[in-house]
């Protein structure tokens, strides 16, 4: 029989063959991708061309000739284009580490409370997930940025906080440490601190998984990295000094400046990210079978311990990846500060230089690589830390 | 082979579409206005005397009125012309990109512009130049007197730099608060973030007009920079299309310095004066050079007016702006204002 039907299929086969078939499928759309590639870069070149317009990345060492109220480094309107990119760049992964930071925190306290017997707080951490996700992130910003600037003082009647920091609606000011001959031998007694805290939490865990032995660690480690550099202080004699803020002209001078502007987008992107962190987290607590909290229970752990030790490990697996994608959200969503006047990478690169140099091409170019490579980076960090979590079968 | 076949028509039919996008822009700017029946003129959002539109979305302004010149010049009609507002962060990638066709925008006429961003300044239909606005409470009468103070201004703006380089110059501290649109920038200085509120003289006047108490604010008297706002067009060549936006404004200067104005025109077309018989086209085929008609000037001056005529209208007495003509005036009257002439 198939002798017979090869012949017959043997002119046709080779179309209807799925290999070949699937291969020619993938030269076209090869083919397709390169030529659309191609029209679009030698279009964008001929026009470039065509209208006078330079094109290169050798704006990038020009002097800006612009100011940046807030700087992570000495920048000034000396400094150059490509200055004032990594100033952008720093100032958006400052306010979301911080965001980050903030918004996990929030996240999961406001997702647990969702959860919790207590009738008012569950239904407060309904209402807040409920309000916060379903209102456009750029509405909160803007109501955060009126909110921090409406009710605070003018400058000359600032609020001062007890230790010496003082709030108007030009930011919080705190006072800035001077350090002094010595006060390395605080910093080193700090890292030692960090150092034996990690030890000792390693060394306990082996020790409680031996014994069953439960050692205070949090309070331990906490005194540690309080009393080791507050011993350190007073051996070395108090080598740390405070410039405190202070009215001055105008403004207050001295001190270290909170920008309203970057207190605003803080608090948007970290209420925000919170409410959708939330929702994650009680996901992924609900998804952790009621047997176990049963056992727990049944062995006479106590809630907080149950939930810590038991729940929260097991929850982590479902959490992570949603997880990751908020992180990620939330660092894209920083370029929002664009309306409140945050200078971030999109507001000083992808707004000020664009504008100066008239290079658009090149600085969206790099400004879309820039957000690609955070995220990228940010999703193979929580990748490895989900494989870490992830369950291991023994 | 079938397959292979449709994607190769589809592939020759992409090329093509492209090619034909490619010699559309070759055409000249002129003939693509004339075939969209149309004038795509590059706008302010929102500048009281400058660009702005009302309520009905009619635009007004002095930015404005040279559009409609242009379009005066073009089809005989004011109203053909499409107001696109624009920030200062998209104007020039806008007219690069040939969103439009013409930008007069109170956009400052530098050298980095002109020479390095593919478009040409042409002609400057009002000298300003850069202030700075305060609360009277604040008790600064001179800018000199700002040090440590927070400065709200636009972001990719000649201001911008100015600022810097205004400080720097009399080294005096002071902290940039920028904004991407003007009235980001306008609502945060009235929110009191900053002290001081920087952007183009006329502007802080326009501006000031905006806010719930203007009479609590003061203009500081330092200019602090030349600010030639004036019209740009894509430099590729089109000689003729930046020939029609040049000289569109200097029709509207030569009308003012030989007393043609929309009231007169009448008369005027009758005039003895050669001068004016050559403006107006009487006895002049100028018009035909730059591929209008010859009466393309009368037909500005019919529409939109001389440049006097739309000045106090917009900016001038006849506005809440007040802005008296200054170095605005003729070159004949002591100002900067000086056409050559129309022969």
């Given at each position: 029989?198939s002798?017979q039907s090869a012949?017959?299929t043997g002119?046709?086969s080779?179309?209807?063959d799925?290999?070949?078939?699937?291969?020619v499928?993938?030269?076209?759309?090869?083919?397709?991708?390169?030529?659309?590639?191609?029209?679009?870069i030698?279009?964008v070149?001929?026009?470039?061309?065509?209208q006078?317009?330079?094109?290169?990345l050798?704006f990038?060492?020009?002097?800006?000739?612009?100011?940046?109220?807030?700087?992570l480094?000495?920048?000034s309107?000396?400094?150059?284009y490509?200055?004032?990119?990594?100033?952008g760049?720093?100032?958006t992964?400052?306010v979301?580490?911080f965001?980050?930071?903030?918004a996990?925190?929030l996240?999961?306290?406001?997702?647990?409370a969702?959860l919790?017997?207590?009738?008012i707080?569950?239904k407060?951490?309904m209402?807040?997930?409920?309000?916060i996700r379903?209102?456009?992130l750029?509405?909160?910003?803007?109501?955060?940025?009126?909110?921090?600037?409406?009710?605070?003082?003018?400058?000359r009647d600032s609020?001062?906080?007890?230790?010496?920091a003082?709030?108007?609606?030009?930011g919080?000011?705190?006072?800035?440490?001077?350090?002094?001959?010595?006060?390395g031998?605080?910093?080193?007694?700090?890292?030692?601190?960090?150092?034996?805290?990690?030890?000792?939490?390693?060394?306990a865990?082996?020790?409680?998984?031996?014994?069953?032995?439960?050692?205070?660690?949090?309070w331990?480690?906490?005194?540690?990295?309080?009393?080791?550099?507050a011993?350190?202080?007073?051996?070395?004699?108090g080598?740390?000094s405070?410039?405190?803020?202070?009215?001055?002209?105008?403004?207050?001078?001295g001190?270290?400046?909170?920008?309203?502007?970057?207190i605003?987008?803080l608090?948007g992107?970290?209420?925000?990210t919170?409410?959708?962190i939330?929702?994650?987290?009680?996901a992924g607590i609900l998804a952790?079978?009621?047997?176990?909290?049963?056992?727990?229970?049944?062995?006479?752990?106590?809630?907080?311990r149950?939930?810590?030790?038991?729940?929260?490990?097991?929850?982590?697996?479902?959490?992570?990846?949603?997880?990751?994608?908020?992180?990620?959200?939330?660092?894209?969503?920083?370029?929002?500060?664009?309306?409140?006047g945050y200078?971030?990478?999109?507001?000083?690169?992808?707004g000020?230089?664009?504008?100066?140099?008239g290079r658009?091409?090149?600085?969206?170019?790099?400004?879309?690589?820039v957000y690609?490579?955070?995220?990228?980076?940010?999703?193979a960090f929580?990748?490895y830390?989900n494989?870490?979590?992830?369950?291991?079968e023994? | 082979?079938?397959?292979?076949?449709?994607?190769?028509l589809?592939g020759?039919?992409?090329?093509l579409?492209?090619?034909?996008a490619a010699?559309?822009?070759?055409?000249?700017?002129?003939?693509?206005?004339?075939?969209?029946?149309?004038?795509?003129?590059?706008?302010?959002?929102?500048?009281?005397?400058?660009?702005?539109?009302?309520?009905?979305?009619?635009?007004s302004?002095?930015d404005?009125?040279?559009?409609?010149?242009i379009?005066a010049?073009?089809?005989?009609?004011?109203?053909?012309?499409k107001?696109i507002?624009?920030?200062?962060?998209?104007?020039?990638?806008?007219?690069?990109?040939?969103e439009?066709?013409v930008l007069?925008r109170?956009?400052?006429?530098t050298?980095t512009r002109?020479?390095t961003?593919?478009?040409?300044f042409?002609?400057?239909?009002?000298?300003?130049?850069?202030?700075f606005m305060?609360?009277?409470?604040?008790?600064?009468?001179?800018a000199?007197?700002?040090?440590g103070?927070?400065?709200?201004?636009?972001q990719?703006?000649?201001t911008e730099?100015?600022?810097a380089?205004?400080?720097?110059?009399?080294?005096?501290?002071?902290?940039?608060v920028t904004?991407a649109?003007?009235?980001?920038?306008?609502?945060?200085?009235?929110?009191?973030r900053?002290?001081?509120?920087?952007t183009?003289?006329?502007?802080?006047?326009?501006?000031?007009?905006?806010?719930?108490?203007?009479?609590?604010?003061?203009?500081?008297?330092?200019?602090?920079?030349?600010?030639?706002?004036g019209?740009?067009?894509?430099?590729?060549?089109?000689?003729?299309w930046?020939n029609?936006?040049?000289?569109t404004?200097?029709?509207?200067?030569?009308?003012e310095?030989?007393g043609v104005t929309?009231?007169?025109?009448?008369?005027s077309?009758?005039?003895?004066?050669?001068e004016?018989?050559?403006?107006?086209?009487?006895?002049?085929?100028?018009?035909?050079?730059?591929?209008?008609?010859?009466?393309?000037a009368?037909?500005?001056?019919?529409?939109v007016?001389?440049?006097?005529?739309?000045?106090?209208?917009?900016?001038g007495?006849?506005?809440p702006?007040?802005i008296?003509r200054?170095?605005?005036?003729?070159?004949?009257?002591?100002?900067?204002?000086?056409?050559?002439?129309i022969?």
């Amino acid at each position: 029989m198939s002798m017979q039907s090869a012949p017959e299929t043997g002119k046709a086969s080779l179309w209807y063959d799925p290999k070949i078939r699937g291969y020619v499928y993938q030269a076209l759309l090869i083919g397709a991708v390169v030529y659309i590639g191609y029209t679009m870069i030698s279009n964008v070149s001929q026009n470039l061309a065509r209208q006078r317009i330079p094109f290169g990345l050798d704006f990038w060492d020009s002097q800006a000739g612009f100011d940046i109220n807030q700087a992570l480094f000495p920048y000034s309107a000396r400094s150059s284009y490509g200055d004032a990119f990594w100033v952008g760049l720093l100032n958006t992964l400052l306010v979301a580490a911080f965001g980050i930071f903030f918004a996990t925190i929030l996240g999961f306290l406001v997702g647990i409370a969702r959860l919790s017997k207590n009738w008012i707080v569950a239904k407060a951490a309904m209402v807040y997930v409920e309000v916060i996700r379903n209102l456009p992130l750029l509405l909160q910003l803007l109501f955060w940025y009126k909110a921090v600037l409406e009710p605070l003082p003018r400058p000359r009647d600032s609020i001062a906080i007890p230790g010496g920091a003082l709030l108007n609606n030009r930011g919080l000011y705190v006072p800035e440490p001077v350090f002094s001959a010595g006060a390395g031998l605080i910093g080193a007694a700090f890292l030692l601190a960090v150092f034996g805290s990690i030890a000792f939490y390693l060394w306990a865990k082996q020790q409680q998984a031996a014994t069953g032995r439960i050692y205070p660690i949090g309070w331990l480690s906490l005194g540690a990295l309080i009393g080791l550099p507050a011993v350190a202080y007073v051996v070395t004699g108090g080598p740390i000094s405070f410039n405190y803020p202070a009215m001055g002209g105008l403004n207050v001078r001295g001190g270290i400046t909170v920008y309203p502007e970057f207190i605003a987008l803080l608090l948007g992107l970290t209420t925000y990210t919170a409410g959708f962190i939330a929702e994650v987290v009680r996901a992924g607590i609900l998804a952790v079978s009621k047997g176990q909290w049963e056992a727990a229970d049944s062995l006479g752990l106590p809630y907080s311990r149950t939930l810590s030790n038991v729940v929260i490990p097991q929850a982590l697996r479902v959490i992570i990846p949603p997880l990751t994608s908020n992180y990620l959200n939330l660092t894209k969503n920083s370029s929002l500060a664009v309306v409140i006047g945050y200078p971030d990478l999109a507001q000083v690169f992808l707004g000020t230089v664009l504008n100066q140099t008239g290079r658009a091409i090149e600085i969206v170019g790099i400004t879309m690589a820039v957000y690609l490579t955070i995220s990228l980076l940010t999703s193979a960090f929580m990748n490895y830390y989900n494989q870490r979590m992830a369950l291991v079968e023994r | 082979m079938k397959t292979i076949m449709t994607g190769l028509l589809a592939g020759a039919a992409l090329a093509l579409t492209i090619s034909a996008a490619a010699a559309q822009a070759q055409r000249s700017t002129l003939d693509q206005v004339k075939a969209r029946g149309v004038l795509n003129c590059g706008s302010n959002t929102g500048l009281a005397g400058f660009g702005v539109p009302d309520a009905q979305g009619n635009w007004s302004g002095l930015d404005v009125d040279y559009c409609r010149a242009i379009a005066a010049a073009i089809f005989d009609d004011p109203s053909k012309v499409k107001f696109i507002p624009l920030t200062a962060q998209a104007r020039f990638t806008a007219l690069q990109s040939g969103e439009v066709d013409v930008l007069v925008r109170n956009s400052t006429w530098t050298m980095t512009r002109d020479t390095t961003l593919g478009i040409a300044f042409l002609a400057t239909n009002y000298y300003d130049g850069q202030g700075f606005m305060v609360r009277k409470s604040l008790g600064v009468t001179s800018a000199l007197k700002l040090e440590g103070a927070q400065v709200c201004t636009q972001q990719g703006t000649t201001t911008e730099l100015n600022l810097a380089d205004f400080f720097r110059k009399n080294n005096l501290k002071y902290t940039p608060v920028t904004f991407a649109t003007a009235d980001e920038t306008r609502s945060a200085y009235e929110a009191g973030r900053c002290d001081a509120f920087t952007t183009d003289a006329s502007g802080l006047y326009s501006e000031r007009l905006k806010l719930s108490r203007p009479d609590d604010h003061i203009v500081l008297p330092e200019v602090i920079s030349k600010e030639p706002l004036g019209s740009a067009v894509r430099a590729n060549g089109d000689s003729q299309w930046a020939n029609i936006v040049k000289w569109t404004h200097y029709a509207m200067l030569n009308a003012e310095e030989l007393g043609v104005t929309r009231a007169n025109l009448a008369q005027s077309l009758q005039s003895n004066n050669p001068e004016i018989r050559r403006l107006l086209g009487v006895e002049s085929k100028l018009g035909e050079g730059i591929g209008l008609t010859n009466d393309w000037a009368a037909r500005i001056i019919r529409h939109v007016g001389n440049y006097s005529e739309s000045f106090e209208r917009n900016v001038g007495a006849g506005s809440p702006l007040k802005i008296s003509r200054g170095v605005n005036a003729l070159w004949s009257n002591g100002g900067l204002q000086y056409a050559p002439p129309i022969r």
